[in-house]
């Protein structure tokens, strides 16, 4: 509970028949307990409107409007009767003040006084300020409340929406393992009819990548540093099984800003592409890869011949560059540039820009 919201009101209490005392009219207890009755009544209906009216009949979802209504109106005209039977106690009570006030005054004339056709004007005005200033607890009421739920409900909505993204993260960080898993073993099928000594190494690379995957692929953010070893790794990997009419080049420039963090295992999937579709065993290849940071920027750029594999190859069936995607989306959103496509010189080019949120 507000306890902001309990101080306002015992002030309104007890400050407020101050305010509507006299100028000329004498403080005395029983008055100031009697001009009290009417911010009692208006605190209680707004403390139950707002702590039972309101979230029984909205703060479910549905919406009870005609109940809502209903209560309230019994309750508004419950109290307009109790204060209109209050203020005929308040009348007699500022009538024999009246009377101490002015002995001389004949009986006649302040009887006469209060008797007068105006009365009945008072009682009229008394009941239509009254019930205004129910109407206006009750709004207050509802509108603090409503307030608060739609706030309850956005933290919620929040919650559950960080709690499936996480989830999607999760679901697109596992995907990587299979998928590069899968890419691994079928060059490391390859390389074992060409080279079975060369195969033995690229097993020990591969299991101490994948101890690698094991810890790291966990964590939300990894240091560049530890991205840029993975890939290394990975590029002494694919050269293993790679002739000599292919070119590999690979150019890490993050020393100023190897502790920069990065979404864990990014790049592989580009630099699996490269391998995949930038080798021919007949013509001159080339694969360039160079990962750079600086102050405000990370950046991945990949650039290799263009073989496409053929119609009959289904190994890793696009899975790679559309989990990128997704991860990109999803950690840096509106923070990075992903341009690729084929170079007039027949090169085929991907480079990713990673913003810094600062």
Known sequence: MNKRLIIFSVLLVLLLPVMFQGPHEEFTLTGYLIRCVMPLILVLVFWVNY?????????????????????NVVIVLLSCTALGMWHNVEVSYQRSETRVEVRKESRHRIHKRYRSPYRRHFYAFAALRDGINLLLAIIIAYTMRMNQHMVSLRRRQQEADMARR???LRGLRNQISPHFLLNT??????????????????????????????YDNQSEMVTLRSE????????????????SNVKVETVIDIDDHPDTLIAPLLFISLVENAFKHGVSPTQPCLIRIRLSADASTVTCSITNSNHPKQSTDRSGHGIGLANVRQRLDMVYPGRYTWTKGVTPDGMYTSEIIIHSSR
């Open 228 to 243: 840029a070893d993975f890939i290394r790794s990975y590029v002494d990997l694919m050269k293993l099984r790679l002739s």
């Open 185 to 214: 073993l079928n060059n490391i099928y390859a390389l074992a009819a060409i080279s079975p000594e060369r195969t033995q190494s690229a097993v020990m690379q591969l299991s101490h990548m994948l101890r690698h995957m094991l």
């Open 166 to 168: 996480e989830a999607e």
């Open 51 to 71: 702590l039972w009216l309101v979230p029984r009949c909205f703060a479910d979802g549905v919406g009870r409007m005609r109940g809502f209504v209903l209560a």
